[in-house]
Every structure is written in structure tokens, then in C-alpha cells.
């Protein structure tokens, strides 16, 4: 692995940028608020000893739904050690991470607290690449969900897509978290693997998503391949 300045264009950077990312979908994404990589400006590599790689990046960050834009610093650690470590994350974004969706987020969990009819959803997108407008807030649910699949499983050799959700249930709870089922798809850019993930998780406007549980699914070489997603 290079060290010192990156080319911002090549795989070393962009792997580093893509992991804050999912970083900022698990913590901070909501239904109607979620980020995507626009470009890395710069980035700077460093051994940290012999416990990992250190990267320093300057990167423009978007509000997907929004369309909002802002110029960020991040910091993404990778630990080495015989026991696999995610990532460490330090980014600094105020501006987007002050938008304020705290109205659409009460409006969608009272909407999905209240119906008499569990929502569930098959193929966000579909192979044409659409989701109905009802559905996007599933869709949504779907990547920060598994964001922190992402996240988790990144390394400096990893570069991961959301696909698809394949399907997702919401089930019925005793609590005041919003519980589902996903079973979600995500690329694998480098190997260009699709992988079959399945999830137990929740979500609330208060609490945002929390992963209960994640299972990774055996290879099956029946799927039907999801449209291209960035």
C-alpha cells in the first residue's frame, strides 16, 4: 500500500472515501436524509506503527435527497491484528449533518406505527433500476441498515455498493422502535461479487437504526445480478 500523498482519483483514496460514507449513512442517516461520495480533493497515508494505516482525506460530500453539497476533512483508520477490527472514522460535515428531517421522520414512523397493514417491499430497485415513491423510505431504511454491514466489513482492499434490498418486512413490535427483516445485496466492487447479506434491525426518529442482527448468506449463483447502483 502506497503511503504519503494519494492520487485522489486511484483505488487507495477511494476505498478510504467510501468507508466514511457508510459511515456517515449508519450514524447519522435517516429515511430522508442520506450521503453519497461526490469526490475526493486529496488524500495522505501513514503506517501508524504496527497497529494500522492512518488516512487523512479531503472529500465533497452529498445530501442525496437534498442535493446539498459540502466540502469535507475525514480520517479513516484501518487496525491490523490477527482479530479483524472496522474501521475508525473521524469526519467532520456540520453543515450537512444539520439538516433538519425531524418533521418527514415523525410523519413516516407515526405512518408505519400506525398502520393496520405491516409494510414490506421485494426488489427496491427493481431491474429496471425504479422504486415507487411509496417504497423509497424502505429503500432508504434498506442502506443505512446496511451501512453498517459496510462499514464493518471494509477494509483497504473492499470497495462496497448498496445493490439491492431484495426484500424487507416490517414486523410488529411491543416497543417504540419501527422493527424489520431485510434480506439486502451488496457489490463488492473490487471481486465484483455480489453478497447476500440478511438483517434484523430497527429504526426510530429518536434512536435512528440499530442492527440486531446480521448473517452473512451462503453464495448462490441463482440470484438474479441488481441493477448498478452508485
Given at each position: 500500500m502506497a503511503t504519503g500523498k494519494l492520487?485522489?482519483?486511484?483505488?487507495?483514496?477511494?476505498?478510504?472515501?467510501?468507508?466514511?460514507?457508510?459511515?456517515?449513512?449508519?450514524?447519522y442517516g435517516s429515511p430522508y436524509r442520506l450521503f453519497g461520495?461526490?469526490?475526493?480533493?486529496?488524500?495522505?497515508?501513514?503506517?501508524?506503527?504496527d497497529s494500522g494505516r492512518k488516512y487523512q482525506l479531503e472529500i465533497s460530500v452529498h445530501e442525496i435527497i437534498s442535493n446539498a453539497v459540502q466540502k469535507c476533512s475525514a480520517e479513516v483508520f484501518f487496525p491490523r491484528g490477527e482479530t479483524p477490527l472496522s474501521a475508525q472514522v473521524q469526519v467532520s460535515c456540520?453543515?450537512?449533518?444539520?439538516?433538519?428531517?425531524?418533521?418527514?421522520?415523525?410523519?413516516?414512523?407515526?405512518?408505519?406505527?400506525?398502520?393496520?397493514?405491516l409494510q414490506s417491499a421485494q426488489k427496491l430497485?427493481?431491474?429496471?433500476?425504479?422504486?415507487?415513491?411509496d417504497m423509497k423510505p424502505l429503500w432508504h431504511l434498506g442502506i443505512m441498515a446496511s451501512s453498517h454491514v459496510m462499514l464493518n466489513e471494509s477494509t483497504e482492499e473492499t470497495l462496497y455498493n448498496m445493490a439491492?434490498?431484495?426484500?424487507?418486512?416490517?414486523?410488529?413490535?411491543?416497543?417504540?422502535?419501527?422493527?424489520?427483516?431485510?434480506?439486502?445485496?451488496?457489490?463488492?466492487?473490487?471481486?465484483?461479487?455480489?453478497?447476500?447479506?440478511?438483517?434484523?434491525?430497527?429504526?426510530?426518529?429518536?434512536?435512528?437504526?440499530?442492527?440486531?442482527?446480521?448473517?452473512?448468506?451462503?453464495?448462490?449463483?441463482?440470484?438474479?445480478?441488481?441493477?448498478?447502483?452508485?
Open positions: 492520487n485522489p482519483n486511484h483505488y487507495p483514496a477511494q476505498r478510504a472515501a467510501k468507508v466514511v460514507q457508510h459511515y456517515l449513512n449508519a450514524q461520495l461526490q469526490k475526493v480533493h486529496s488524500g495522505d497515508a501513514e503506517d501508524v506503527a456540520e453543515e450537512l449533518l444539520s439538516i433538519n428531517t425531524t418533521a418527514q421522520e415523525e410523519a413516516l414512523y407515526q405512518q408505519y406505527k400506525t398502520n393496520q397493514t430497485p427493481d431491474s429496471y433500476g425504479h422504486i415507487a415513491a439491492q434490498v431484495a426484500n424487507i418486512t416490517q414486523l410488529e413490535t411491543e416497543n417504540d422502535q419501527l422493527q424489520f427483516d431485510a434480506h439486502i445485496l451488496l457489490h463488492e466492487m473490487v471481486s465484483q461479487e455480489i453478497i447476500h447479506w440478511k438483517l434484523l434491525f430497527t429504526w426510530s426518529p429518536a434512536e435512528g437504526t440499530k442492527v440486531l442482527q446480521m448473517e452473512k448468506l451462503p453464495h448462490c449463483h441463482d440470484w438474479e445480478k441488481p441493477p448498478s447502483t452508485d
